[in-house]
């Protein structure tokens, strides 16, 4: 009833405010928001994300399909629901933090009823009322413990604290999730990211910041290996002989190998892949056909056939044919007996595609002749200005140490009261951890079993 | 010359390993201390054969064992071992060495099924990242199998011991009315548990089973045997507690490889977002072990979903799903 009349005194806005913090300080709320965090990343496991909406369709039934493409499972992870439920997560976690678990995690000093608390014991202590505490204290003290005392209406307490500073552990988890959030969100601000492929010689320019990037030569490394399921062609490394070339002139040359990005001008470009890029000559009754590129494609490039609405697509470097084998496709990746796999597209739907070894042309209908004339290599390389990454290595490094603390170190509090007279005490000992008792009970026991060895010396 | 010395050591550990889970699988069931002390010798020397396969495979390839599923799930056996050894002898979980030696064991066998013998690294795994990313991960992997294997035997006894204590009237929670706390004698008297309903702990053994196993039930003696639900629970959380850090140091270490390799440190990757599936369902375990209710049941219920999630996102991923870590690590 009490509760409920001050809940009528409140305002509108201060009883949703009220509201507001008691579901999202609620621990209960927070578990079920990870819960949905957990389900919906899963589905993003499950459902092969960014693909074409044709590949959800060759992938499962129809309807199957449509749902995945109408709930937007094709792209989770940037859906507004997701980014919304982790904003969610780190309000929840925000209000957890100063609503509940620093007010918990720091109580005051107060009274108890000792034989009331779970981890509670008696022992028997001689001496004047100030020899025995002044014994405790010291025990306690030895013992690593930060010992107070405080007045409670006439009755003296001692207060007995270990790893106090600890009970912050969880703040300062909370705080480093906090930080990798600001440094995410410093990326979706500030930052950009992008792949480019450049072929061996030629030099490309970054859209976004005006690098000219200039691939001297790429070379790539393959090792041929017997293992116990047959040889595999294994690419052992990729380099790409590289000059980077800023908008205010400053350059810099280097070989750029996956996993030794080059950081230039703020942005760090990465090794990412290679392939072939080819180029191709169409004739019709023995003369040239416009439109064709002149410039090597690219895997996946498409260019129209004439004026038959028709397209060719490059859709495969093939480094070695091979007869024998059902797809033609040899397991040699190295350019021995090349060709390339073209399809041919009417619309958007693929009505034949072949293997077309380089310098043979093939005969597409209606007098056009196909013939990829040479190749040439090419360096895909991924380039990423992300400003929010110290701050997510910060925030990791918080998370952890958060992590660490709360999980390895177990703040206590001993609640300690005499009662008796003259020479007799009766110390009442109790004992509170943030985790519940069960946890501490072993260390409890070997407390009190030390402290009263400690008594019955002194006894004695 | 290595390639047989690894085979050998690989060999040998399976048998050992096979062996110690009889062992001790007998002591589960029988309770005998010659059990343990053959068990428990035979499970070390599985592990130091284990070691001794690593290690070979290391010289013969001459990088960190870590580069494809073979290494890892060795790797992944060898810790799982270690951390039982570690925890049984801490907290006299012996009983459980059989099905934790059994489980590794099949996984020890099951990782020979991957060995395709000396294959060259690939670039993107080429670096230094390979010799603390897998290692830390896969540490973490094993922590949680333990756990998964201390939950099940919680439930066991759980719901063993609900049937024994006539199961109405005792909470679905994992507390029980009133076990009493234990004089622990002289002059002081420390109720250990007192677990009333509102009290902030999980129930010691029952009255019912104490009762059943006085009057001779063997179930109930042999369920006596086990470390009680209130320490089975501890025990749980302090393995988590090992595997949780772990795995947030090894998927923050993997996004920092991740950036050098691939230019971004998260790309939602099945296998970067499996990992963080199962952080989340260890971090909901950890915050509902702060709240009295959920602790017990409840709690190693969730560790049994985490195990099952870690599996899927360990083999799952890697095996079914392809995605940039499709080197089968």
């Known amino acids: 009833m009490a509760t409920a009349a001050g809940a009528e005194r409140l305002s509108p806005l201060q009883s949703l405010y009220a509201e507001f913090i008691d579901t999202f300080g609620n621990v209960l709320f927070a578990v079920s928001l990870l819960v949905v965090w957990g389900v919906m990343t899963l589905i993003g496991v499950v459902v092969d994300q960014g693909k074409a909406p044709a590949a959800y369709f060759n992938e499962y039934p129809a309807e199957l399909a449509r749902a995945i493409l109408r709930l937007g499972l094709d792209h989770i992870y940037h859906s507004y629901e997701y980014v919304g439920l982790i904003g969610l997560i780190i309000v929840s976690l925000a209000v957890c933090t100063f609503k509940r678990v620093i007010p918990a995690r720091l109580p005051p000093l107060r009274p108890v009823l000792v034989d009331k608390i779970p981890l509670h014991a008696f022992i028997e202590a001689r001496g004047t009322e100030e020899q025995v505490r002044a014994r405790l204290e010291r025990f306690f003290a030895k013992a690593g413990w930060h010992v107070r005392r405080k007045l409670f209406n006439g009755v003296e307490w001692t207060f007995a604290d ?27 601000w500030k930052g950009y990211q992008g792949e480019i492929a450049i072929l061996s010689g030629q030099t490309a320019r970054i859209p976004q910041n005006g690098d000219l990037l200039t691939v001297h030569s790429f070379n790539y490394t393959i090792k041929p290996t017997q293992t116990r399921g047959g040889v595999i062609y294994q690419p052992v490394d990729y380099v790409s002989d590289l000059t980077a070339t800023s908008p205010a002139g400053k350059t810099e040359r280097d070989l750029l190998r996956v996993n030794h990005p080059l950081q230039f001008d703020g942005i760090a470009y990465y090794q990412a892949s290679y392939g072939y890029g080819v180029t191709f000559r169409m004739t019709q009754a023995g003369k040239p056909v416009a439109g064709v590129p002149a410039t090597p494609l690219l895997e996946g490039d498409s260019f129209p056939l004439g004026p038959t609405g028709r397209a060719i697509q490059y859709t495969q470097f093939v480094g070695t044919i091979d007869p024998k084998s059902p797809s033609g496709i040899g397991a040699d990746p190295r350019p021995f007996n090349p060709g390339v796999v073209v399809t041919v597209f009417d619309g958007a739907q693929p009505i034949g595609s072949e293997i077309v070894p380089l310098g043979h042309a093939v005969d597409l209908g209606g007098g056009y002749r196909l013939e990829p004339a040479s190749y040439r290599l090419y360096s895909g390389i991924q380039y990423r200005h992300d400003p929010g990454i110290p701050l997510v290595g910060l925030g990791a490094l918080v998370l952890v140490a958060g992590v660490c603390i709360s999980f390895y170190l177990l703040p206590a509090r001993l609640f300690v009261r005499l009662e008796g007279e003259g020479e007799r005490w009766t110390v009442g000992l109790a004992a509170q951890t943030p985790k519940g008792y069960t946890m501490y009970e072993e260390q409890f026991a070997g407390l009190v079993a030390a402290l009263q060895r400690s008594e019955e010396a002194t006894a004695t | 010359m290595m390639q047989t ?41 599985g592990l130091v054969a284990q070691v001794g396969a690593i290690v070979s495979e290391a010289f013969a390839t001459g990088w960190s064992p870590t580069s494809n599923l073979y290494d890892s799930l060795s790797l992944f056996v060898a810790f799982t071992v270690l951390l039982f050894l570690i925890f049984a002898r801490q907290y006299r979980l012996w009983a459980l060495g059989g099905f934790v030696l059994l489980i590794s064991d099949f996984f020890l066998a099951y990782a020979g099924t991957w060995n395709e013998g000396y294959r060259p690294l690939v670039p993107s795994l080429q670096s230094y990242w390979l010799a603390i990313h897998v290692p830390t991960v896969v540490a973490a992997y094993a922590a949680f199998m333990l756990a998964f294997c201390t939950s099940v035997l919680y439930l066991v006894k759980y719901y063993l011991e609900r049937g024994h204590s006539g199961g109405a009237g005792l909470t679905s929670m994992g507390l029980q009315p009133a076990a009493a706390g234990a004089a622990a004698g002289g002059s002081m008297a420390m109720a250990t548990l007192v677990a009333e309903r509102t009290g902030n702990t999980v129930q010691d053994e029952t009255p019912g089973l104490a009762l059943a196993a006085a009057q001779g039930d063997k179930v109930a003696q042999w369920l006596m045997g086990i470390p009680s639900l209130a320490k089975l629970d501890v025990i749980t959380y302090r393995i988590i507690a090992v595997g949780l850090p772990l795995l947030s140091l090894g998927i923050i270490m993997g996004a920092m490889w991740a950036k050098e390799a691939w230019g971004a440190y998260w790309q939602w990757d099945p296998k970067e977002t499996s990992a963080l599936v199962c952080w989340i369902i260890y971090l909901a375990y950890m915050h509902l072990h702060t709240r009295s209710q959920w602790r017990g049941m409840r709690t190693s219920w969730i560790s049994v979903i985490g195990f099952a999630a870690v599996i899927f996102c360990y083999l799952g991923v890697n095996i079914w799903i392809s995605g940039l870590h499709s080197y089968k690590v």
Do not use: C, D, E, M
């Not at chain 1, 790893?163 to 600001?182: C, Y």
């Not at chain 2, 096979?18 to 069931?29: E, R, S």
């Open chain 2, 5 to 45: 010395l690894v085979t050998i050591f690989y060999a040998l550990a399976v048998v050992l390993y096979a062996a110690g889970a009889l062992t001790l699988f007998a002591y589960f069931l029988w309770r005998k201390s010659w059990q343990v002390a053959i068990g428990v010798p035979l499970a070390i020397a």
């Open chain 1, 162 to 188: 270990r790893h106090n500073w600890a009970r912050r552990g969880v703040l300062v988890a909370h705080l480093g999730f906090v930080i990798i959030a600001a440094g995410t969100t410093l990326y979706w």
